[in-house]
């Protein structure tokens, strides 16, 4: 009974470490595609940035696509992305704003802290489990 909670418990520093390497590279390829398409700007739906072949405004091939989603969950957390200015739809106003969180799947379980990025590309942290804008850099 023991060794359940010492399992979890050593597991969620790891669930931290690749939960802050996704959000880096999650923000890379959003980076990268509001560069690459300056139309669209940020998108508004991860699924923009989704495997393609040749790259479009539609699939750009910058995100796996079980990553691709604008809500998935992996190791240990619930990711969810969301577009907060503009339109990032390619055709009406570029996406200028967003926002994205990762939350532990179970608190105190699957990890800790939660965190937070948005467009200053400063990804944010917090123990309580639920990070936002104004929680200490990590």
Same mark, same amino acid.
């Given at each position: 009974?023991?060794?359940i909670?010492?399992?979890f418990?050593s597991k969620?520093?790891?669930?931290e470490a ?6 880096r ?7 990268v ?8 700007g940020?998108?508004d ?6 495997p393609g ?10 995100? *796996? +696509?079980?990553? $691709?989603q604008?809500?998935?969950y992996?190791?240990?957390?619930n =990711?969810?992305?969301?577009? %907060?200015g503009?339109?990032?739809d ?10 994205? *969180? +990762?939350k532990? $799947?179970i ?8 965190? =937070?990025?948005?467009?200053? %590309?400063?990804?944010?942290g ?13």
């Amino acid at each position: 009974s023991i060794a359940i909670p010492n399992y979890f418990r050593s597991k969620m520093p790891a669930n931290e470490a690749a939960t802050v390497n996704n959000l880096r590279g999650m923000t890379t390829s959003l980076t990268v595609y509001a560069l690459t398409f300056k139309e669209c700007g940020y998108p508004d739906s991860l699924t923009k940035l989704k495997p393609g072949s040749p790259p479009t405004n539609a699939a750009a091939n910058l995100l *796996e +696509a079980g990553m $691709a989603q604008d809500a998935f969950y992996r190791t240990g957390y619930n =990711y969810s992305y969301r577009l %907060l200015g503009g339109v990032g739809d390619c055709t009406g106003a570029p996406g200028n704003d967003f926002e994205i *969180e +990762a939350k532990p $799947a179970i608190h105190g379980r699957t990890g800790m802290r939660g965190f =937070y990025v948005n467009t200053t %590309l400063v990804i944010r942290g917090d123990a309580d489990g639920d990070a936002e804008p104004n929680s200490p850099p990590i």
